[in-house]
Nanobody, 124 residues
Framework: QVQLVESGGGKVQAGGSLRLSCALSGRIFGRYAMAWFRQVPGKERDFVASIRWPASDTNYADSVKGRFTISRDNAKNTVDLQMNSLKPEDTAGYYC?????????????????WGQGTQVTVSS
């Protein structure tokens, strides 16, 4: 059974940095992609970034391009999200997700597995 566990959330001042990590346990066969989404209360969960297995193609939401970087560590079976130049509007719950057999989707309904989320709070 596939499980995703996020870590690394916290509180930071505007302009600061945080690094989120998502650990994947269990086996996924074939091609898949992993992504980060974020959600604030009362709003939909929005796509942030994704990365493909086994290739390393990445995709980013326009709002985070140039500030966030998604990467993977094959040895540790993790995917990280480095967040720099954080803004108060980046405040949200951040969720790791995995989608099997497809790449490029930014719709949360397409994703097959989800973590429990980690909170990021950016103060002004």
């Amino acid at each position: 059974q596939v499980q995703l566990v996020e870590s690394g959330g916290g509180k930071v001042q505007a302009g600061g940095s945080l690094r989120l990590s998502c650990a994947l346990s269990g086996r996924i066969f074939g091609r898949y992609a992993m992504a980060w989404f974020r959600q604030v209360p009362g709003k939909e969960r929005d796509f942030v970034a994704s990365i493909r297995w086994p290739a390393s193609d990445t995709n980013y939401a326009d709002s985070v391009k140039g500030r966030f970087t998604i990467s993977r560590d094959n040895a540790k079976n993790t995917v990280d999200l480095q967040m720099n130049s954080l803004k108060p509007e980046d405040t949200a719950g951040y969720y790791c997700a995995a989608v099997l057999g497809r790449w490029g989707t930014t719709r949360m309904s397409d994703y097959d597995y989800w973590g429990q989320g980690t909170q990021v709070t950016v103060s002004s």
